[in-house]
Structures are given as structure tokens and as C-alpha cells.
């Protein structure tokens, strides 16, 4: 009897009659070993893949979970004596990066904290809602006198302006740039009309109400004078919180004209002169007065965990698109190896 392969401890004579693989037969036996073994080579890296996107969606959770439990009080009681800066850039409002609800619990978390010997509101805004600007006031007083041994102050950059000059009225001194642009104390609502336009062009207002004022201040209608007089009552009656604030905040130090609460705005050099503002500086010169080495940020960040799930997305396009880039190697070469 016959067997193949022959083996080569007992070499046999082959016989005439002895079948062995034609040269096809061994070209599909290979083909098939490759197949198999590029097949398992696919399902590993697919495998090291997925495990890799595993591994860093771990990372991330237990790096958020670790910045989550490590406070800024904690942050504040094992670091050295320092200046705590509380940041407010931008417009102020619900959903923007300068809220009452971030600044709060940033401003909280910096008077908490036991190593920090005074306070900043590192200010670069024009201003926003008065709701939240009054809010952060009102927290500001609170905390001045829950602390009374820390001072509380406000840095004005480019600019400090309505609302913003609101919140730094409670601090209780203000440090300017000479070219800030500070004040802007008043309140304004912006409305325009176009009624002409719209019966140029053929346009109909069909707004439909229920209520005799409910579409107040239409674009498309003339002004109504009980309505221009109401509208005005309101604004007139948020100025005089934003008056009140500011007179609380500023003092005696406040020089009062017919322009202070007029909406005008000044540089930070005339903000020192009519006492909106105390003293030319910034941060960096206000921690070398109060001779303290350091600053920490007690800014509540959102941008970080943006940023971490950005790295994510990249890391997985990247790591999908070199498995597929393989996937497609493989793909290319079997048809190649086929089509021989």
C-alpha cells in the first residue's frame, strides 16, 4: 500500500501507479493555508483593535473620575499660599462659558480652599444678562462676609463693561489696564422697524395674538406710545438695580455726574479718575503685591472633557481607519492571488 507523503526514514520505491499532487492541487493547498492564516491574522488585529478602543474609553472614564473627586478645595489645601483667579471671559449668560452657576461654585471653591490668601475675578467681557451678572454680585457679597479675612478682587482687561462692570462693583477693589474700557452702566434692548420695508416688498405681518400687548414691539408695526412708555419703565427699573449695585459696591469712592450711569464707557485710566476703578495693574502685579508666589486657576473648565472625547474620536478614526486600510490591503491582495 501507498502513502503520501512518503516518509524519509523509509525511502520506498515509487511505483507507476502511485498518485501524487499535480502542481495545481499543491497551488490550491497553499492558497488555502494563506487564506486561512490571513483570515486569522484580520480577526487579530480586529481583536488588538477593539481592545485598544476599550482601553482608552477606560482611560478617559477613570481620568474624568479621578479630576471629578480631586476638587478645587482639595487642590487649594495641598498646594502653597496663593492667589486664587477666578476667570470671566466672554458674554454672560445662561449656557455661555461665563454662567452665574460656574462662576458661583468657582468663587465658592477659591474662598474654601485654605491655602488661598485672597481672591480674583480675572475680568474680559463685555457684559451680558443682568439676572445672571446680579447673581453673581449677590454670591460675591455673601461670600465676602462668610470670609471676611480674604479680600476679593477684580482685574479688568480689555474690557469691563455693563453687566461685567455689575459683577466687579463687588469686589472690593478694582485693578484696570490704562486703556480698559470700563462702565457702560445702563441697559439696553435692541429693536428695530421695518414696516416700510415690508409693504415695499409686498410682506404681510398675519401674526395672530391673544392679549392686546402680546406682540409688543412688532417689527412690522408702528410703534405703539403706551407700549414704547411700558418697554422703557422696564429698562428704566433694571437700571436703577445696576445703579444700586454699583453705588453699594463702589462707595464713597464713586464720583457721581449726569454721566456715570449714563451708558457711556471710559478708559481704565479715567475709570481710576471718577472712581469706577481703584488701581492700574493685572494679575501677575497684584500677586507681587500681596507677595504670594502663585496663582491657581479655580475656573470651572467644560473644554476638557470636550477635548478628551475629541482625542477619542481621533483615536478611533485613526485606529478605524488603519484597520480598514489593512482590510482593504488584505481584500486587494487575496483578489490579486485569485485572479492568478
Known sequence: MSSWPPNPDFPQQQSSTQTQPTGKEWFLLEKTLLASIEEQRRARR??????????????????????????????????????????????????????????????????????????????????GSPVESDEIWQEMRRLKTTYPDKKLYAVIGDMGASGAYYIASAADEIYVNPSSLVGSIGVIMPNYGVEELAKKFGVQDRTMTAGAHKAILS???????????????????????????????????????????????????????????????????LKRELKLKDTVDYSVEHSSIDKLMGRLGTTMGQGLGASLKLSFADLSSQSHAEMQ
Open 46 to 127: 480586529w481583536s488588538i483593535f477593539f481592545k485598544s478602543i476599550w482601553f482608552v474609553l477606560l482611560l478617559i472614564f477613570f481620568s474624568v473620575l479621578a479630576k471629578s473627586c480631586g476638587t478645587e478645595e482639595s487642590i487649594g489645601a495641598s498646594s502653597s499660599p496663593h492667589l486664587a483667579v477666578v476667570d470671566i471671559t466672554g458674554e454672560i449668560g445662561e449656557g455661555k462659558s461665563a454662567n452665574s452657576d460656574d462662576i458661583v461654585r468657582a468663587l465658592e471653591s477659591a474662598f474654601k480652599a485654605t491655602q488661598s490668601k485672597a481672591v480674583v475675578l480675572n475680568i474680559n467681557s463685555p457684559g
Open 219 to 285: 417689527m412690522t408695526k408702528p410703534l405703539d406710545p403706551f407700549e414704547k412708555a411700558h418697554v422703557q419703565s422696564v429698562l428704566d427699573n433694571v437700571h436703577q438695580h445696576f445703579i444700586a449695585a454699583v453705588k453699594t459696591g463702589r462707595g464713597s469712592r464713586l464720583k457721581i455726574d449726569d454721566n456715570t450711569f449714563s451708558g457711556l464707557f471710559w478708559s481704565g485710566e479715567q475709570a481710576i479718575d471718577l472712581g469706577l476703578a481703584d488701581k492700574l495693574g493685572y494679575v501677575g502685579s
